[in-house]
């Protein structure tokens, strides 16, 4: 890397905003502090003193305790908002909610929020860093770099390996960000699922768009299923979990036709069964529990580098 | 005041009358009274002279498609506020669409309407009645009273008439009242909650998409139905290639159809979103560059009839928002000439086609007055200065709302005197001088 390089962005919208080199050095310096996960005493005076709301309009445990402990683990201190509890449900909109937040000089503010769009809005409306949690279905970038850091700690290199990406495509900023993170990095992505989940102009993004599961895993180093979320069936998007399972669920034969040393990936919650046979969520080849964990240190190096360090 | 009023010297265009020269206007009593060539009227003892050289004197333009927001939602506009921009934008008369609150699905809105517009005096306004009792789509509205309350047409606009039965009769039955239905061509299953144009910005952006043909599913069963019952219909805002095609087609046919388009569809595409611009969300969303091009060579080859603005103002809080979130739509009576012009200025229209467009197609196909400068008729004149140059700011906007996707863009042409009936209903300060 440039000796000269920074990291000088402000906010973390996407991945589509962060370059290839900006990739690089989120990864690096999450390696450097995944160590500090592993120690008896898991935390350092990093950010001492410095404040970060955790703003969560969409449940989710994971990821915001995930950030969560990576901003504690720099002793950063964090506070957390959920819909419930926001203003929001008083009829405030969004825009005047965060300027509150912002009013109270926070360092950062970390999003999630069910529409498309609404951290880039935070991020124009406040003088605070935004780090984009994930925003209905444009991009989840944190999700998008632990899995680069995931592959890359599986694999050595990302430049030159198959990304086989199964499922809800169109509804999924995991596989936005994934998309557009690894094909920066020089892999190649194949993107399978029923043709009602797989959006227009995707390949756009960077991805190839294959029509059966058994073409998107060959020669595949890796396989990541996508949660199908049950709610969409309302919308006749598939008739029935148990054939979605039958024609696009990952189970071995499907692992069978890619690398042997292939690494199974999910961003989890699983739908055990539907996207992923439970025996290979569990088996030797999985990484993902591996990717909760750098989870964890990616969001550190996150919260870091948008905080000025270097 | 309703005077006498001498325009000297302005290039008038006529369409109606088979007229492009330099000529003097003069308008009496609130009639135009003479068009003749320039120093041969004898010297006005009393009344106003405006010298017009450089600038066309055109039949008053006619907005066949706006949102005038009273009753209901005043602080997004007024029947005073609207036509007062609309005077500024070089419309001497409006057709304003009935998705006020309440709708405008019965004689006692369709009378406060027209009252208000009286009492503010700047523009005709042809209120629209629904096609449907409160735009839900079940059963019609009271087409005869609302027809001599004065609404000149019924539509459900905002929304489609789902049913396919109950636009069949509201065909059948506003033939006998003489009003022009207007589709709002959206078929609602494809359309469901998008946001923008369906397509590969929309997936980046991770917005649901409406696809074109949602539109043209739509225009096509209109058209077929009017074919069908062998009445007019009016095709509001076409967006896509596919629609026009359609509409090309019935027209060849023989079939009734009249259509418009919005300047914003010949000028932006999509990509005006980009960065979720919540000032750039409408519906039908903004299109592709084929789609732009389309509507081009549609205005030129007449499948086009009217160049209407669908202006829709909304307030700041309908638009501070999470993109999916805000309200579709943005003002357009302010900005329409300058956009059109463009087209002009580019060749893509000629100036007498412009004139057609904006103002002697919506007269006809609405049946009213407007549209020519024939001697007698009502003194509705739009002077406009095809050169004038000037950035579109929020602070110029004479609407209550500012929700554009122009600002800041420099403009050039624009109207600087609009005449309704004689009466002086703007005039561009500094512009000339009397």
């Known amino acids: 890397m440039d000796p000269e390089y920074r990291f000088s962005h402000k906010h973390v919208l996407g991945l589509a905003d962060l370059s290839s080199e900006d990739i690089q050095a989120v990864l690096q310096t999450a390696e450097s502090f995944k160590e500090i996960s592993a120690r008896s005493i898991k935390k350092v005076p990093t ?24 901003a504690k683990r720099m002793s950063a201190d964090t506070f957390n908002i959920s ?38 809005l935070l991020a124009d409306h406040v003088d605070v860093s935004v780090i984009n949690a994930g925003d209905g279905t444009h991009e989840h970038p944190s999700q998008g770099l632990l899995d680069l850091m995931t592959v890359r700690q599986a694999k050595g290199e990302i430049a030159g390996l198959k990304i086989a990406i199964i499922g809800d495509i169109a509804h999924s900023r995991v596989a936005h960000s994934n998309i557009i993170g690894f094909s920066k990095m020089g892999a190649s992505v194949t993107v399978c699922g029923p043709a009602t989940l797989i959006p227009p102009g995707i390949e756009a993004l960077g991805a190839q768009v294959s029509r059966s599961v058994m073409e998107a895993v060959d020669g595949a ?9 049950k709610e969409r069936q309302q919308d006749p998007l598939f008739p029935s979990l148990r054939e979605y399972a039958k024609f696009f669920g990952v189970s071995q034969k499907v692992v069978d036709a890619a690398k042997p040393e292939v690494i199974i990936m999910h961003p989890g919650p699983i739908n055990r069964g539907v996207e992923l046979d439970p025996k290979l969520a569990d088996g030797r080849r999985s990484v993902i529990l591996e990717q909760v964990t750098n989870g964890v240190a990616v969001r550190m190096a996150l919260i870091y580098l948008i905080m000025g360090g270097d | 005041m309703v005077g006498r009023i001498h325009l000297k010297n302005g290039r008038v265009i006529d369409p109606a009358n088979g007229i492009d020269q330099i000529l003097d206007v003069l308008i009496e009593d609130g009639k135009i009274s003479a068009v003749v060539q320039p120093d041969t009227l004898p010297e006005q003892p009393d009344g106003i002279v405006y010298d017009l050289q450089g600038k066309w004197v055109v039949p008053g333009l006619i907005d066949m498609h706006v949102h005038l927001r009273e009753p209901g939602q005043e602080y997004k506009e007024t029947i005073a506020t609207g036509t007062r921009a609309a005077a500024a934008g070089g419309f001497t008369a409006v057709a304003c669409m009935p998705n006020t609150k309440p709708v405008n699905d019965n004689q006692t809105v369709t009378v406060f309407i027209i ?25 019609l509205a009271e087409f005869g009273e609302l027809r001599q309350a004065g609404a000149v047409g019924v539509t459900d606009d905002g929304l489609p008439v789902g049913n396919s039965q109950l636009m069949r009769r509201a065909l059948e039955y506003a033939g006998d009242h003489d009003l022009l239905v207007i589709s709002h061509a959206e078929e609602l299953s494809l359309s469901q909650s998008g946001a923008m144009n369906d397509g590969p910005l929309a997936t980046r952006l991770g917005l649901r998409g409406i696809p074109h043909v949602a539109e043209e599913i739509m225009v096509y069963r209109d058209l077929a139905l009017a074919e069908f019952t062998g009445r007019p219909i009016h095709i509001a805002h076409v ?18 159809v009249t259509a418009e388009t919005a300047p914003h569809y010949f000028t932006l595409t999509e990509k005006a979103v980009d960065g979720y611009n919540t000032l750039a969300k409408m519906n039908p969303p903004l299109r592709t560059e084929a789609d732009v091009a389309a509507i081009l060579e549609a205005l030129r080859d007449g499948t086009l009839d009217a160049i209407a603005t669908d202006h829709a103002p909304h307030g700041e809080l309908d638009k501070d928002m999470e993109f999916d979130l805000a309200a579709n739509g943005i003002i357009g009576l302010e900005t329409a000439v300058p956009l059109t012009l463009r ?73 600087v005197l609009t005449i309704m009936d004689g009466k002086i209903t703007w005039r561009q300060e500094g512009d000339f001088s009397s």
Not at chain 1, 49 to 57: D, L, P, R, S
Not at chain 1, 221 to 228: K, P, S
């Open chain 2, 343 to 415: 087209l002009v200025r580019e060749n893509r229209l000629d100036a007498r086609r412009m004139v057609e467009l904006l103002s002697v197609n919506p007269a006809r196909i609405l049946g009213v007055v407007g549209g020519t400068l024939s001697v007698g008729v009502p003194a509705d004149i739009a002077v406009i200065d095809p050169e004038k140059k000037f950035v579109f700011t929020a602070e110029s906007i004479l609407s209550k709302s500012r929700n554009s996707p122009f600002l800041g863009w420099e403009m050039q042409g624009k109207a």
């Open chain 2, 115 to 139: 009252a208000k517009a009286a009492e503010a005096g700047f523009a005709r306004v042809y209120p629209v009645g629904a096609i449907s009792s409160g735009s839900t789509g079940e059963h």
């Open chain 1, 83 to 120: 819909n419930s509890g926001s203003s929001t449900v008083k009829g405030e909109t969004l825009i005047d909610t965060a300027r509150n937040l912002a009013a109270m000089n926070p360092d950062c503010i970390i999003l999630r929020h069910p529409r498309s769009g609404a951290a880039r």
């Open chain 1, 221 to 229: 180093d890796v396989i990541m299923a996508l949660r199908i979320q």
């Open chain 2, 239 to 256: 967006s896509t290639r596919e629609s026009l095609a359609l509409i090309r087609r019935a027209k060849k046919k023989g079939v009734a």
């Open chain 1, 47 to 70: 950010l001492r003193g410095k404040t970060i709301i955790n703003f969560f309009f969409e449940p989710s445990t994971r990821t915001r305790l995930s950030f969560e402990v990576a």
